[in-house]
């Protein structure tokens, strides 16, 4: 097996994530339309469990965190982006070596660097992950800690856009991402990638074509390189203004399995259907080196109502499952749902944080853990999620399974739950209902169910665990800048992990 060693001087991904941040704010000083909300948070977490143990270990814990938090959204300007980011601080009273600071930083920002033509993609993401799905499931980033990691992610892309004859358009794209984290479940991971993208879509009238091109290589230290490369070529169709049909030919390689690159065809179908500007679908199948590839999505929004659900199987990574193909965002997906109340884009995002901030709704929902691994799998999912927005009501509801299968071979896994097994599934779900008792006090409640099951050839490396994690909360306004929240959590594992957790949390927020 070739390892090639990497001279490159290494630079830590806190210094990409604070380089990215730091243009992103000093950009959005001379932006048009930006908004900036800086909050400080006081959180007490009395808990009965702390670290998610057996009842027989289990121990009794008060943790105080002091978590700054910056939200910031630009439009208008050169730059166009959203930013969120946290500085949480947490003290444990009886056992003060688990005293931690940590950020997170959710940060997503486009560059005009040369008008109508050179742009630059950036997005950088700091986050606690579970390091394996048949661990203890916590219900904040303080318990549980023991099966947390902080994953850092940071993509930079700069792209040349431009177009020739009467409807083509081109695209040339280099893309430079790189992943860490706290753990050795988790080596860095580099990945270079450069695409290429002509289509021309109305070439001969109803008909036209794409041609999409890409070589990229994964680079992890002490570990083989991963070379990928593919190239599609796709005949479209216009067969009314709602039907567009799709005809893929192409071809693939890599290295996955060993050092030797394969080679193989790739041949696919697919459709585009607009039923309104509110419903829509797509679908697309595809013949590859893994058997039948495929994607199909849908969309449909209406009134107070929205839903979408995707049905997908492809090639995946650490990096792509931590850039959102997991779960549901909260903040875009209520964006997407309140686009017919607040057309203005700008109205619309304080009109969301502050939808939010006074129901408490959680970041994010339905999630599906990032499967930490070196190395390359493949993801067959399902996933679906329904939000219902009122005045005083407000739904989130969400699905999902979740099939992944190791592709590499196990030096690249290196720990977690691809190092003992070739596969390992997901299934659960999470609704949150949340109702406005008062034009100041609102409450939620929510359930998040999850099963979790590791297969392997060895029969005892193949095991399942269950979590269920309910809570209920009381949310008030004391000033337009000041809220409070009083939170109960009850959390319980079953299976290979077993554990049950009460704990009551004491929140208050101030906005600046």
């Given at each position: 097996m070739k390892v090639r060693p990497h001279s490159r001087r290494e630079r830590s991904i806190p210094h990409w994530c604070l380089a990215v941040l730091s243009a992103s704010i000093g950009s959005m000083a001379f932006a048009q339309q930006t908004q900036i909300i800086p909050s400080v948070s006081l959180t007490e977490t009395i808990t009965d469990n702390v670290s998610l143990k057996r009842s027989s270990e289990a121990e009794s814990e008060m943790i105080t965190q002091v978590i700054p938090n910056i939200v910031?959204?630009?439009?208008?300007?050169?730059?166009?982006?959203?930013?969120?980011?946290?500085?949480?601080?947490?003290?444990?009273?009886?056992?003060?070596?688990?005293?931690?600071?940590?950020?997170?930083?959710?940060?997503?920002?486009?560059?005009?660097?040369?008008?109508?033509?050179?742009?630059?993609?950036?997005?950088?993401?700091?986050?606690?992950?579970?390091?394996?799905?048949?661990?203890?499931?916590?219900?904040?980033?303080?318990?549980?800690?023991?099966?947390?990691?902080?994953v850092r992610n940071v993509v930079i892309s700069p792209y040349l856009t431009g177009r020739f004859g009467a409807t083509g358009k081109a695209n040339l794209r280099y893309t430079h991402s790189e992943t860490d984290s706290s753990s050795s479940t988790l080596q860095k991971m580099q990945r270079d990638a450069i695409s290429i993208n002509l289509a021309d879509p109305r070439a001969f009238g109803a008909s036209g074509w794409t041609l999409a091109f890409t070589d990229s290589l994964d680079q992890t230290a002490n570990r083989r390189d991963l070379k990928t490369q593919n190239a599609r070529l796709t005949g479209l169709l216009q067969v009314d203004p709602q039907l567009?049909?799709?005809?893929?030919?192409?071809?693939?390689?890599?290295?996955?399995?060993?050092?030797?690159?394969?080679?193989?065809?790739?041949?696919?179908?697919?459709?585009?259907?607009?039923?309104?500007?509110?419903?829509?679908?797509?679908?697309?199948?595809?013949?590859?080196?893994?058997?039948?590839?495929?994607?199909?999505?849908?969309?449909?929004?209406?009134g107070f109502l929205l839903f979408t659900g995707s049905y997908s199987k492809d090639v995946s990574t650490t990096s792509q499952s931590l850039t959102g193909t997991t779960f549901f965002n909260t903040y875009d997906f209520l964006m997407a749902a309140l686009q017919g109340q607040y057309p203005n884009e700008t109205e619309r995002a304080i009109q969301v944080r502050t939808y939010m901030a006074d129901r408490q709704l959680p970041e994010r929902f339905g999630a599906s853990q990032a499967?930490?691994?070196?190395?390359?799998?493949?993801?067959?999912?399902?996933?679906?999620?329904?939000?219902?927005?009122?005045?005083?009501?407000?739904?989130?509801?969400?699905?999902?399974?979740?099939?992944?299968?190791?592709?590499?071979?196990?030096?690249?896994?290196?720990?977690?739950?691809?190092?003992?097994?070739?596969?390992?599934?997901?299934?659960?779900?999470?609704?949150?209902?949340?109702?406005?008792?008062?034009?100041?006090?609102?409450?939620?409640?929510?359930?998040?169910?999850?099963?979790?099951?590791?297969?392997?050839?060895?029969?005892?490396?193949s095991q399942a665990n269950r979590s269920r994690i309910f809570t209920a909360a009381l949310i008030t306004r004391f000033t337009p800048k000041t809220s409070g929240t009083l939170n109960f959590r009850n959390n319980r594992g079953e299976g290979l992990t077993a554990y049950t957790e009460n704990a009551l949390i004491g929140s208050l927020s101030i906005r600046f």
């Amino acid at each position: 097996m070739k390892v090639r060693p990497h001279s490159r001087r290494e630079r830590s991904i806190p210094h990409w994530c604070l380089a990215v941040l730091s243009a992103s704010i000093g950009s959005m000083a001379f932006a048009q339309q930006t908004q900036i909300i800086p909050s400080v948070s006081l959180t007490e977490t009395i808990t009965d469990n702390v670290s998610l143990k057996r009842s027989s270990e289990a121990e009794s814990e008060m943790i105080t965190q002091v978590i700054p938090n910056i939200v910031a959204t630009t439009k208008g300007g050169r730059v166009e982006g959203s930013m969120q980011a946290a500085l949480s601080s947490a003290f444990y009273a009886n056992d003060g070596g688990r005293n931690r600071n940590y950020l997170t930083l959710n940060g997503m920002a486009k560059v005009e660097a040369w008008e109508k033509r050179g742009f630059i993609d950036l997005s950088a993401t700091v986050s606690r992950e579970a390091l394996s799905a048949l661990g203890p499931k916590s219900g904040d980033t303080v318990t549980g800690t023991a099966n947390q990691g902080e994953v850092r992610n940071v993509v930079i892309s700069p792209y040349l856009t431009g177009r020739f004859g009467a409807t083509g358009k081109a695209n040339l794209r280099y893309t430079h991402s790189e992943t860490d984290s706290s753990s050795s479940t988790l080596q860095k991971m580099q990945r270079d990638a450069i695409s290429i993208n002509l289509a021309d879509p109305r070439a001969f009238g109803a008909s036209g074509w794409t041609l999409a091109f890409t070589d990229s290589l994964d680079q992890t230290a002490n570990r083989r390189d991963l070379k990928t490369q593919n190239a599609r070529l796709t005949g479209l169709l216009q067969v009314d203004p709602q039907l567009v049909l799709r005809l893929v030919v192409g071809s693939e390689s890599n290295n996955y399995r060993s050092d030797d690159v394969t080679r193989s065809t790739i041949m696919g179908v697919g459709a585009d259907l607009s039923v309104s500007p509110l419903t829509k679908f797509s679908g697309l199948w595809e013949d590859r080196f893994f058997g039948p590839g495929y994607s199909f999505t849908a969309e449909h929004r209406r009134g107070f109502l929205l839903f979408t659900g995707s049905y997908s199987k492809d090639v995946s990574t650490t990096s792509q499952s931590l850039t959102g193909t997991t779960f549901f965002n909260t903040y875009d997906f209520l964006m997407a749902a309140l686009q017919g109340q607040y057309p203005n884009e700008t109205e619309r995002a304080i009109q969301v944080r502050t939808y939010m901030a006074d129901r408490q709704l959680p970041e994010r929902f339905g999630a599906s853990q990032a499967v930490l691994s070196n190395g390359m799998f493949l993801d067959r999912r399902i996933r679906f999620g329904v939000s219902l927005t009122g005045d005083r009501n407000s739904l989130l509801f969400s699905g999902f399974r979740s099939q992944r299968n190791n592709l590499t071979d196990q030096s690249f896994t290196l720990g977690g739950d691809f190092q003992q097994a070739d596969r390992v599934n997901e299934t659960g779900g999470s609704v949150t209902l949340s109702h406005r008792l008062t034009p100041l006090t609102s409450a939620n409640v929510g359930l998040t169910l999850t099963r979790s099951h590791r297969d392997s050839t060895s029969a005892a490396a193949s095991q399942a665990n269950r979590s269920r994690i309910f809570t209920a909360a009381l949310i008030t306004r004391f000033t337009p800048k000041t809220s409070g929240t009083l939170n109960f959590r009850n959390n319980r594992g079953e299976g290979l992990t077993a554990y049950t957790e009460n704990a009551l949390i004491g929140s208050l927020s101030i906005r600046f």
